[in-house]
């Protein structure tokens, strides 16, 4: 299964969340929420995982931890705040670069229309178009 295709499901599961429970709740409900959905579709879907962070060759555990990592492809960070601020976006980023994927989606489930919240990222995107 490609990334696009992992995606795409982690979309309509967190859709389908949001529209029946809507936003307010917190970020730890809606990772349960979506790592219980993606599970009954039959997705190997990790929670919390821990990121080490090597510098000068050594392996340090600095506390990076993903939210879902789903089909060991696709990195969830989930968020249920008001809005969203740069150092989302760059901590997401760098989660894909330590874990070398090429795909993570950020989600905020604190929108009136989840589709608002919902922002796709990538990384080596020249590698990805020409594979």
Same mark, same amino acid.
């Not at 989606?105 to 020249?126: A, P, S, Y």
């Given at each position: ?8 499901? +982690?979309?309509?599961? =967190? ?29 190997? *879907?990790?929670?919390?995982? !821990?990121? !080490? ?8 555990? =600095? ?11 696709? +990195? *969830?960070? +989930? ?6 601020? !740069? ?16 795909? =993570?989606?950020? +989600?905020?489930?604190?929108? *009136? ?19």
């Amino acid at each position: 299964m490609t990334e696009n295709e992992i995606s795409n499901k +982690i979309l309509g599961v =967190a859709i389908d969340i949001h529209k029946k429970f809507g936003s307010g709740l917190l970020e730890s409900v809606y990772e349960n929420f979506l790592a219980f959905d993606l599970r009954e579709l039959g997705l190997n *879907v990790k929670t919390q995982v !821990p990121i !080490p962070l090597v510098y000068k060759e050594v392996k340090l555990d =600095a506390g990076f931890r993903l939210d879902l990592l789903v089909e060991n492809k696709v +990195i *969830v960070e +989930i968020k249920s705040i008001e809005i969203l601020a !740069p150092v989302h976006f760059a901590q997401t980023l760098t989660y894909l670069r330590l874990s070398n994927l090429k795909l =993570a989606l950020l +989600i905020n489930f604190n929108n *009136v229309k989840l589709k608002d919240g919902i922002h796709r990222m990538v990384n080596k995107l020249e590698e990805t178009l020409r594979s």
